[in-house]
């Protein structure tokens, strides 16, 4: 099993940029599709970002586009998330998750909550207008 801990949320202004990081153990996060979901209050966890499992197919929900962007590195054993001209609709807890079910190459799989069977506790990002 991989165990994932998420770091880098906060509070930033409008305009602004984080990076989120999902740190691996236990397993080789290579071995594993990766997605980004986040989700407020009242409302189902939405996917945002996936990284397939070679780390050659990335997907977007499309109010990121062009403004995220995914990325792993297998030495450091992490999944980033690297967030730029941040939204006040941006404001969520974000969650990492891996996938040892699909390896991340259709889009209509690895937007799915429920083809990711390992989560990270989720880190709160909120964005001022």
């Known amino acids: 099993q991989v165990q994932l801990v998420e770091s880098g949320g906060g509070l930033v202004q409008s305009g602004g940029s984080l990076r989120l990081s999902c740190a691996a153990s236990?397993?080789?996060?290579?071995?594993?599709?990766m997605g980004w979901f986040r989700q407020v209050p009242g409302r189902d966890r939405e996917f945002v970002a996936s990284i397939s499992k070679s780390g050659g197919i990335t997907y977007y929900r499309d109010s990121v586009k062009g403004r995220f962007t995914v990325s792993t590195d297998n030495v450091e054993n992490t999944g980033y998330l690297q967030m730029n001209t941040l939204k006040p609709e941006d404001t969520a807890v974000y969650y990492c998750a891996a996938s040892s079910l699909i390896g991340g190459t259709a889009y209509y799989t690895a937007i799915m909550p429920r083809k990711y069977d390992y989560w990270g506790q989720g880190t709160q990002v909120t964005v001022s207008s």
């Open positions: 236990g397993r080789t996060l290579s071995n594993y599709a």
